[in-house]
């Protein structure tokens, strides 16, 4: 397998949907065709990402750490370093580059190397940093346009705001729409009761789920708002875990529902067959792959209208503004009082990811995407 392309994925979070989506890709890579290699930070890694890392090892796959962390720091100019020493010791015919710290370091290095650049931003991250922020990351996005060669974005919503909003040259953006597994049916059933009853949620009660990083930018404060009578629900479980846990879990218990954090957990899916509804009040998202999880598990979805949040639904789950609380009760409420409508928009959701987000519809637009990118720069065997 001499003549196999090498690609490089970079990225600093190795967790939530950005590792999802690295796990699947490396899983689903043809390694007849392209020899991969990781580089990533080990600052912010879940313990599923340490088994992957280890995995990879033992497969001979290459694994650089660089020493990244989410904000600025003394880090970046040893990964800078670092990322330029992999770059040039792998000689990958093109990097794929995860999140908007990787995209900012790994761009400008691979360009001054002549190295293929594609990029996956993972959402807009300039729309909900803060308007100081926010202006740098913009500045800085719209700086790199011409050092990216493919702008590989996770849906049409993340694309026209490169377009739109940065000035990316929509002939240089591909759309790659997240992709999960669709579980059996009898299984999930069978996981909803088991999970229900080592939870103490009686049957006829309604739970909602959330599940993400406890972070402002995931919206669960905007959750927490929303729980009162007008809601509906009898409880919530927050699955996952982040710097505002203290904070949100104050604010928990002022409520009138009972509200479980169950911490970080690898596998998500008993709790998402346990829920009624699950809940996405994110203030900024690309396509979560909470929420196509969610609709795989059949389970009706209420999320903020981010991202590709309303795209993915198309009328399988309901649709509220971002921070807005009244609204998310409303929603909530509806659901909660019709286990009929819950059906069906369950079912219509499970379909739904089954027939438009499939892993090997991700897999096959990835390959081609990576294909036509060695193409254009001259790299294709």
């Not at 002939?171 to 999930?188: E, H, I, L, M, S």
Request: hydrophobic share 45%; with cysteine.
């Amino acid at each position: 397998m001499t003549d196999r392309l090498r690609i490089l994925l970079v990225s600093e979070p190795m967790e939530y949907g950005v590792l999802s989506y690295i796990e699947r890709l490396l899983d689903g890579l043809d390694r007849t065709r392209w020899e991969p290699a990781l580089a990533c930070s080990p600052h912010r890694m879940a313990p599923q990402a340490r088994r992957l890392v280890g995995r990879l090892r033992a497969e001979g796959v290459r694994v650089r750490h660089l020493p990244f962390r989410r904000r600025i720091g003394v880090g970046d100019a040893a990964t800078v370093l670092h990322l330029l020493a992999e770059l040039r010791d792998f000689r990958p015919d093109v990097v794929h580059l995860h999140s908007s710290k990787a995209g900012v370091i790994g761009r400008a290095l691979a360009r001054r190397l002549g190295i293929g650049v594609l990029y996956t931003p993972h959402g807009t991250s300039w729309q909900y940093t803060g308007w100081a922020t926010g202006r740098v990351q913009l500045a800085l996005e719209r700086a790199l346009r011409r050092a990216t060669d493919v702008l590989v974005a996770v849906c049409p919503e993340e694309a026209h705001a490169f377009v739109d909003q940065v000035g990316f040259p929509a002939a240089r953006v591909r759309v790659v729409r997240n992709g999960v597994p669709v579980p059996d049916a009898g299984t999930v059933a069978a996981t909803r009761d088991r999970t229900r009853a080592a939870l103490g949620i009686a049957r006829d009660d309604v739970w909602a789920a959330f599940v993400g990083r406890l972070t402002a930018e995931k919206g669960l404060d905007v959750l927490l708002g929303a729980l009162g009578p007008a809601a509906g629900i009898d409880g919530l479980l927050v699955v996952g875990d982040g710097a505002g846990r203290a904070a949100l879990e104050a604010a928990a218990a002022r409520c009138d529902r009972p509200v479980r954090f169950c911490g970080y957990r690898e596998d998500v899916s008993p709790f998402l067959a346990a829920a009624d509804v699950f809940v996405q009040p994110s203030r900024s998202e690309g396509l979560p792959f909470s929420v196509l999880e969610a609709m795989a598990h059949g389970v009706p979805v209420v999320g903020s209208d981010v991202g590709g949040v309303k795209a993915a639904l198309d009328g399988c789950g309901r649709v509220v503004p971002p921070g807005d609380p009244r609204a998310l009760a409303a929603a909530l409420g509806e659901l909660a009082r019709d286990h009929g409508l819950r059906r069906t928009l369950g079912d219509a959701g499970r379909r739904r990811v089954a027939r438009e987000f499939g892993v090997a519809a991700m897999l096959a637009a990835l390959h081609e995407t990576y294909e036509g990118a060695c193409r254009a720069i001259g790299r294709a065997a």
